[in-house]
């Protein structure tokens, strides 16, 4: 299993320009999250889904989209990006029911916003 | 949502036993206490997490206070590669989505 994978690592944009991040999971995991990590930090939640065709907002929701248009995958969008979206962006991913509560963690999409 | 208070940072000894402490005032019944560490320029990973009694794993002990006000991380022998920031989270079982919720986290810097 690669467990959850995020694309692309690294990402300049300048401000105004619009880009997606893609998080994927093959553990068969309900619920994805997406988090931003700024220097010194701990992690802040977007926005969350709790099973496909579902998304709900986090902590920090503004200026960021999302979808979940199917179970493995789960996508992360900036419209038009502003330099405060600079920042390293985890997605996560948990399985549904059970004892065991366990996210497991992307290894990070790094953003600079010019 | 319920906060944790833990220190800025810890230093530790290679091979010596690590007690990371964190505080909880306000859980509530319905609060488990769980633990992740991050490492340098990764993602955070599961260290351990427990409801109201003392919890083991090959990684680490959770020493949970009797009345759940507080709690303890224990790595029994630590290595170069514990050095890592942990953070102490409270997650409601009754919330929506199963959040987790970061704070500062405590660094670990683990001395040869």
Same mark, same amino acid.
């Given at each position: 299993?690669?467990?959850?994978?995020?694309?692309?690592?690294?990402?300049?944009?300048?401000?105004?320009?619009?880009?997606?991040?893609?998080?994927?999971?093959?553990? !068969?995991?309900?619920?994805? &999250?997406?988090?931003?990590?700024?220097?010194?930090?701990?992690?802040?939640?977007?926005?969350?889904?709790?099973?496909?065709?579902?998304?709900?907002?986090?902590?920090?929701?503004?200026?960021? /989209?999302?979808?979940?248009?199917?179970?493995?995958?789960?996508?992360?969008?900036?419209?038009?990006?502003?330099?405060?979206?600079?920042?390293?962006?985890?997605?996560?991913?948990?399985?549904?029911?059970?004892?065991?509560?366990?996210?497991?963690?992307?290894?990070?999409?790094?953003?600079?916003?010019? | 949502?319920?906060?944790?208070?833990?220190? /800025?940072?810890?230093?530790?000894?290679?091979?010596?036993?690590?007690h990371l402490?964190c505080?909880?005032?306000?859980?509530?019944?319905?609060?488990?206490?769980?633990w992740?560490?991050?490492?340098?320029?990764?993602?955070?990973? &599961?260290v351990i997490?427990?409801?109201?009694?003392?919890? /083991?794993?090959?990684?680490a002990s959770l020493?949970?206070?009797?009345?759940?006000?507080?709690s303890t991380l224990i790595l029994?022998?630590?290595?170069?590669?514990?050095?890592?920031?942990y &953070?102490c989270?409270?997650?409601?079982?009754?919330?929506?989505? !199963?959040?987790?919720?970061?704070?500062?986290?405590?660094?670990?810097?683990?001395?040869?």
């Amino acid at each position: 299993n690669a467990g959850v994978t995020q694309t692309p690592k690294f990402r300049v944009l300048k401000t105004g320009q619009s880009m997606t991040l893609l998080c994927a999971q093959d553990m !068969n995991h309900e619920y994805m &999250y997406w988090y931003r990590q700024d220097p010194g930090m701990g992690l802040r939640l977007i926005h969350y889904s709790v099973g496909e065709g579902t998304t709900a907002k986090g902590e920090v929701p503004d200026g960021y /989209n999302v979808s979940r248009l199917k179970k493995q995958n789960f996508l992360l969008g900036l419209e038009s990006a502003a330099p405060s979206q600079t920042s390293v962006y985890f997605c996560a991913s948990i399985r549904l029911g059970g004892r065991d509560y366990e996210q497991y963690f992307g290894p990070g999409t790094r953003l600079t916003v010019t | 949502d319920a906060k944790t208070t833990q220190p /800025n940072s810890m230093e530790s000894n290679e091979e010596e036993p690590v007690h990371l402490p964190c505080n909880h005032s306000t859980i509530s019944g319905t609060d488990y206490i769980h633990w992740y560490r991050q490492l340098p320029s990764q993602g955070p990973e &599961y260290v351990i997490h427990g409801l109201t009694s003392n919890v /083991n794993n090959r990684m680490a002990s959770l020493a949970i206070a009797e009345d759940r006000k507080s709690s303890t991380l224990i790595l029994h022998r630590a290595t170069l590669r514990d050095a890592a920031v942990y &953070y102490c989270i409270l997650r409601d079982v009754l919330a929506a989505g !199963n959040k987790l919720t970061f704070g500062g986290g405590t660094r670990v810097l683990v001395k040869p």
